[in-house]
């Protein structure tokens, strides 16, 4: 049971002219959570959705659970568990009915699917909402139930695109804790995001995307590793000349960044390159020292960060 879950080589998905997935490798592995991450237009949902088979590849191989999602899409399907980018709970029924009218697509004898849909209402923390209609929900409360519906038929793997987009933080922690449970569970996760926290909290494994194609791929502490330092210095100064200063902190960093509102140094130490600035009497109105995260490996590889 070595064999990965998803293998994609060399996947393209065009749209007429343009080409919104150019040429990708793709290898998930039972049991893991991988990520898809990149910016609003990368390429991650037309992706998703082959790998849903939703929609064909226009070129390339794809392997799903085994299968070829050109000949065995139906086969495939029964054994995904898919969390669309938009909710789309049907909003005449009630919370516990979306899960067990889902689960007769799948052929599950009623009284299976109530006990089913009772143990997912308490797992996605609803059992309380379980006859109240969908509409009154919260976004947060919306997305488990998704979430929940997804996992209706018991899948082998699970399509998340972007699972907290929309969500105030504290549903998306909500969200990032159930998800880490399944994932405690065994469940294999397949996820897009844009949100880097949401990538480094969740993936063990992911890709990043840009303009269709794959610039990295690794865990979250690899290309940290690989694409950035230890830690990162925001410095922000009174006046526009964010590049005059940048220019004078240069020779003190392993690599300076200047956006438009901060100028960022890349360094080892972050408080030693701080106190190097002050020594200097750089002045900045504000100064931070983080660890490095995937949106400064974003950055670097690049040279944009990750939400605009
Ligand atoms: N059905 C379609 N017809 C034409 N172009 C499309 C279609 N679907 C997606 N695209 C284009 O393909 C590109 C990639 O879109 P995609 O939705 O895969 O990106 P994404 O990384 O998921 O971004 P988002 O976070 O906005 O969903 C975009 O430029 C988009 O406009």
Redesign the pocket.
């Given at each position: 049971m070595n064999s990965p879950l998803i293998q994609a080589r060399g996947l393209i998905k065009r749209?007429?002219d343009?080409t919104?997935?150019d040429g990708i490798d793709v290898d998930v592995r039972a049991g893991e959570a991988f990520g898809f991450l990149?910016?609003?237009?990368?390429?991650?949902?037309?992706?998703m959705r082959m790998i849903g088979c939703v929609s064909p590849p226009s070129e390339g191989e794809l392997r799903i659970l085994g299968m070829d999602p050109r000949r065995d899409g139906p086969r495939i399907r029964a054994r995904l568990g898919v969390c669309p980018?938009l909710d789309n709970l049907d909003t005449e029924l009630t919370v516990r009915e979306n899960l067990t009218t889902y689960a007769r697509f799948f052929g599950i004898p009623r009284k299976v699917a109530r006990a089913r849909a009772a143990e997912l209402l308490e797992f996605v923390q609803l059992s309380e909402r379980a006859d109240s209609k969908v509409d009154p929900l919260s976004g947060g409360m919306k997305r488990r139930l998704t979430i929940a519906r997804a996992l209706v038929n018991e899948p082998d793997l699970v399509l998340l695109d972007?699972p907290t987009t929309g969500l105030d933080p504290q549903a998306r922690h909500l969200v990032w804790e159930r998800l880490f449970r399944l994932k405690q569970q065994g469940v294999t996760l397949v996820l897009?995001t844009?949100y880097m926290d949401e990538a480094e909290q969740l993936c063990d494994r992911l890709v990043v995307?840009d303009g269709?194609r794959i610039v990295a791929e690794g865990s979250p502490r690899e290309l940290i590793e690989r694409y950035s330092t230890r830690e990162v210095v925001e410095l922000r100064f009174t006046t526009d000349e964010q590049g005059t200063y940048a220019e004078k902190l240069a020779g003190m960093a392993d690599r300076i960044e200047v956006l438009p509102d901060r100028v960022l140094m890349y360094v080892a130490d972050g408080d030693d390159a701080l106190a190097e600035v002050h020594r200097r009497s750089l002045s900045p109105s504000s100064a931070l020292v983080r660890r490095s995260s995937l949106e400064d490996v974003f950055l670097h590889l690049t040279g944009r960060t990750l939400v605009d």
């Open positions: 749209f007429g343009f919104a997935v990149g910016p609003n237009g990368a390429g991650k949902s037309s992706t980018q972007e897009t844009h995307m269709g």
